[in-house]
């Protein structure tokens, strides 16, 4: 299995600011990574697919980048609504995993 | 406009069985995998379940194999999942899944309960 790993746990910044978010595979998974989004009693929202592509109906503020092992996903300029928990998500080889997610709150 | 509902969720004792449906539109359901993921209270994600376009590939995380049958019925643009022998640790919020990747379904609710 393929594990996942976030980082930072917990991400504090203030509106406008630059978010970095990163996702860590254990072996390599070329570009098959998903980045998505979910707020408290909603369910995620797909951002990102095959590590760069940004979803259908997704912000150009939102950015993928990185391939093998390491990813990144950034937020160039936070709005209020980005505010929210993060997930990486693999689909290179079952089992898909997802990391244990970035929670980013308001500084 | 990419549609999955989910259906059949509720509260079941423990060793009981549910049966989960998901209803899609807005997307030509014969052209996907289609997936179950869930998340358990206050947790994270885990893909539980992935089922090819003519039902003939499966695949099943290590935690619910042999007890959990995904299948689909393509006449119907539905997805189901079959759980059996239950316990507190399916607890969770069930998400019927496009693909590998999403669009997501907002989700049943399945509590096991002694």
């Known amino acids: 299995e393929i594990v996942l790993t976030q980082s930072p746990a917990t991400l504090s910044l203030s509106p406008g600011e630059r978010a970095t978010l990163s996702c860590r595979t254990s072996q ?27 979803a259908t109906g997704i912000p150009a ?47 | 406009e990419v549609q999955l509902v989910e259906s059949g969720g509720g509260l079941v004792q423990t060793g009981g069985s549910l049966r989960l449906s998901c209803a899609a539109s807005g997307f030509t359901f014969t ?17 539980v379940a992935y089922i090819k376009q003519d039902g003939s590939q499966t695949y099943y995380v290590d935690s619910v194999k042999g007890r959990f049958t995904i299948s689909r019925d393509n006449a119907k643009n539905s997805l189901y999942l079959q759980m059996n022998s239950l316990t507190a640790e399916d607890t969770a919020v069930y998400y019927c899944a496009r693909g590998s990747i999403g669009a997501w379904g907002q989700g049943a609710l399945v509590t096991v309960s002694s």
Not at chain 1, 35 to 52: C, D, N, T, V, Y
Not at chain 1, 63 to 85: M, N
Not at chain 2, 31 to 47: C, D, F, I, T
Request: net charge positive; hydrophobic share 30%.
């Open chain 2, 31 to 47: 052209n996907y995998w289609m997936s179950w993921v869930r998340q358990a209270p206050g947790k994270g994600l885990e893909w």
């Open chain 1, 28 to 54: 390599s998974i070329s570009s098959n990574l998903a980045w998505h989004q979910q707020k408290p009693g909603q369910p995620p929202r797909l951002l990102i697919f095959h590590a760069s592509n940004r």
């Open chain 1, 61 to 107: 503020r939102f950015s993928g980048s990185g391939s093998g092992t390491d990813f990144t996903l950034t937020i160039s300029s936070l709005e209020p609504g980005d505010f929210a928990v993060y997930y990486c998500q693999h689909d290179s080889t079952w089992p898909y995993t997802f990391g244990q997610g970035t929670k980013l709150e308001i500084k």
